[in-house]
């Protein structure tokens, strides 16, 4: 890109001298403070210890903190215990029954007879590695170019904490690396009253930042974190990266506000950008181009790693004229390496592409590869010939 100027936008200043190591400290606020002693311990006793824990946490004793949740985790055991069938059945029974779905497939997944988590086995260690590639080069003819539509701050101004409310009952899902998930951050934002209301009113206004000004990339280092997950796909390994629940609810809140934003941009190139039914008119598109007795071949194509391995850079670029709206929470988001961490102390870094589970991941992924689909596209000869995608799935019928 160096023959290309950059875009302008504005840059974060800081407002607060302790702005860098905040998304740290609530990252590690869980393990630090919230961890029994035992798994005995009483209700009683919990509350004392994390008395004793806050008070040392407004102290700044954090060394006796992390010397407290490090003593308690070399005594956890290893070894999870294996539920029979009885009790595997009745704590199933209760998640469907109080609506928690997700929860129950995860209970079966961890406690049935085979679970779709991989060890972390050195093989799957080199597979998650080569699954995150580095940066790739690229063509600068690739990029586009012309004048950038300017976007106005107030199209974020709808980004309330009344938004974020709707979008926290939305959330599902694990933990990220700080260990809160779905259901804690549930409680953390709706049922604490007026102190909730500060919280969401917080993530409204961090959200807002995200999208109209391009922020330290250390400040949003533990905010973006994920935990690494290596799922077994029967052969091979899926990487699922699991992101901050913070993070979720605010990524829910920005496309709820851009949705129509991001529809207009993908259009009818690719269908996974929250259009109305378009993987349904995709699929009656493609048997009618099928069924014409001009049609003599039908080609499917299947991007290997796809997600992972779009160009972070020329996305970034090229969605600035695509949809400018998603530009700068975009950068924020992926204009610098992200860490993920896998259970057993492996550590890799996010490069390239964009990570699963992240609520602007399937958006970026649609509007990184219009150029590509208006270039494939523009190459079909006969006027019966139907090119049709779906995120990194692409499908021709004709001649």
């Not at 796909?233 to 899926?238: A, D, M």
């Not at 896998?342 to 992240?358: A, D, N």
């Not at 602007?360 to 992924?365: E, P, R, S, T």
């Amino acid at each position: 890109m160096s023959q290309k100027k950059q875009s302008s936008s504005r840059l974060m200043v800081p407002q607060h001298p302790m702005e860098k190591i905040a998304m740290k400290a609530l990252s590690v606020m869980e393990h630090l403070l919230h961890q029994r002693a035992s798994q005995d311990s009483t209700t009683k006793r919990n509350k004392e210890l994390l008395t004793e824990r806050i008070a040392l946490w407004k102290n700044g004793d954090i060394d006796q903190l992390t010397t407290t949740a490090v003593a308690i985790q070399e005594r956890l055991e290893t070894h999870r215990k294996k539920m029979n069938d009885e009790e595997l059945a009745r704590k199933f029974a209760r998640f469907m029954f109080t609506g928690r779905i997700r929860d129950a497939l995860t209970l079966l997944e961890k406690h049935g007879e085979r679970s779709s988590a991989l060890k972390l086995t050195r093989q799957v260690q080199k597979t998650l590695a080569a699954l995150h590639p580095e940066p790739g080069d690229f063509d600068q003819e690739v990029l586009l170019d012309g004048n950038i539509p300017p976007v106005d701050p107030v199209l974020f101004e709808p980004i309330t904490e009344q938004l974020i409310s709707k979008a926290v009952l939305e959330l599902q899902g694990s933990h990220g690396p700080s260990g809160g998930d779905a259901a804690h951050w549930k409680r953390l934002t709706l049922s604490f009253g007026c102190k909730s209301k500060r919280l969401r009113e917080a993530m409204a206004k961090f959200a807002r930042r995200m999208c109209t000004e391009r922020m330290d990339p250390e400040v949003l280092e533990a905010f973006l974190a994920n935990r690494l997950v290596a799922i077994d796909k029967c052969p091979g390994v899926r990487p699922v990266g699991i992101g901050e629940a913070p993070r979720r609810i605010i990524g829910k809140g920005i496309v709820k506000v851009l949705k129509k934003d991001i529809q207009m941009a993908a259009g009818s190139y690719n269908l996974c950008a929250g259009q109305a039914v378009g993987i349904e008119a995709l699929i009656h598109a493609m048997i009618e181009a099928f069924e014409l007795m001009s049609t003599e071949a039908a080609f499917l194509a299947d991007a290997s790693n796809a997600f992972n391995r779009l160009n972070r850079k020329v996305a970034l670029w090229n969605i600035q004229y695509i949809c400018p709206p998603l530009t700068i929470v975009l950068y924020n988001t992926y204009g610098h390496p992200t860490r993920m961490f896998v259970l057993g102390g492996f550590e890799l870094s996010s490069k390239e592409g964009t990570t699963q589970g992240c609520p602007l991941a399937m958006a970026m992924y649609a509007l990184g590869v219009i150029p590509l689909i208006k270039e494939c596209q523009g190459k079909l000869e006969d006027l019966d010939d139907f090119q049709g995608w779906l995120a990194d799935d692409s499908q021709i019928v004709g001649k």
